[in-house]
């Protein structure tokens, strides 16, 4: 039986902490090891985690001299030091739907088997929800106009991320293409699927919500819904839009050359693509 590894990062997360671990253990498909990396907690974080390794001993906690790596530098360095032959990453916050390794296992293999030896990562959608697991969409694509048929090429990830961490599987294959990390990868999801896509791996997601995606005003990226108020904003705020773009544009340069006119184009054309705009060639 191949292992699979959930790599969970906390910090100071008492509050939610229990829930989604209760989640993980109410999986439908038990085969898989938790890594823990604690990012310096100060509050009751460390006992609730020993308190859940009393009773499974699956969870796993790794020791970590350097605090203060934030989620990036957290998920990175579980990456990096643990072995398995399947990786999900583990938001400390959220609640996984009972049949999310299941499903996403089941998905994954059948890709595998499409592209025998192929580096693939796998995702999948979300709900919305708030701090206490109220709905607020049921569909983080349709919120965000998140449109996953055109994010599997380098282009169109490059200008907009489908692959939420909190909801990929990447196989061994793709570890190995996205290590090492650049330093000017923003997160650690984008950069592995824009690896795996700049490679010819395999990037397939399946419709549907995993997780409840917990939103509680502490989120370190969280939901931003994309309408007319999200695009003045941003034309309000020329100076930070810049500074988002140009470091969006930078990480992908880390994998292949890229110029601004081809970044410009994507992101007109798929800022079209998601209002539904029909598309028009401009050169």
Known sequence: MSEIALLLTTYNSEKHLRPQLDSLFSQSWQDFKIYVHDDGSNDDTLQILAEYQQKYPQLILLKDPQAGRLAKG???????NTEADYYMFCDHDDVWLDDKIEKTYSKMLDCEQAGPGQAVVI???LKVVD????EINPSFWA?????PSLLKSFDYLTVCNAFTGCTMMINRAAKELALPVSEKALMHDKWIALKVAAEGGILDY???ATVLYRQ???NQIGARKIGLSHYLKQLCSLTE????NRATLEMSRAILKYSWAKYLYYKLLYALKRSRVQSFPLF
């Open 206 to 208: 399946l419709e549907e």
């Open 131 to 134: 701090e206490q697991l109220n």
């Open 216 to 218: 509680h005003g502490e």
């Open 74 to 80: 957290s998920f990175i360095w579980l990456l990096e």
């Open 143 to 147: 919120f965000n106009k998140i449109k």
């Open 123 to 125: 995702n999948t959608d």
């Open 241 to 244: 839009t810049w500074k988002e």
